[in-house]
């Protein structure tokens, strides 16, 4: 059973920086892309960024030099630090996968950017 934890979520001021993990498992991870995809509030799903197996990284034109994206495949793990945080940065952050056809989601971590 495929299963995607993230953490790491949490408060902080403007211009500050997280890190959040999402642990994976129950599929062949180090073979699979995986993405980060926020939600604000009232508003819909973005995309924010994704990496594949080879470590090719991918990101949206704003999160571009501020967020960066890692995984560690010995720990089943992939990463988003996230540096120069904005109000507008607001959201539940998801871990993505798609795994034979169908995409699994986790249940999410809130970062909220506020002072």
């Known amino acids: 059973e495929v299963h995607l934890l993230e953490s790491g979520g949490g408060l902080v001021q403007p211009g500050g920086s997280l890190r959040l993990s999402c642990a994976a498992s129950?599929?062949?991870?180090?073979?699979?892309?995986l993405t980060w995809v926020r939600q604000a509030p009232g508003k819909g799903l973005e995309w924010v960024s994704g990496?594949?197996?080879?470590?090719?990284?991918f990101y949206a034109d704003s999160m571009k030099g501020r967020f960066t994206i890692s995984r560690d495949n010995a720990k089943n793990t992939v990463y988003l630090q996230m540096n120069s945080l904005k109000p507008e940065d607001t959201a539940v952050y998801y871990c993505?996968?798609?795994?034979?056809?169908?995409?699994?989601w986790g249940q999410g971590t809130q970062v909220t950017v506020s002072s």
């Open positions: 129950g599929f062949a991870f180090s073979d699979s892309a």
């Open positions: 990496i594949y197996s080879n470590g090719a990284r």
């Open positions: 993505q996968a798609l795994i034979d056809g169908v995409n699994y």
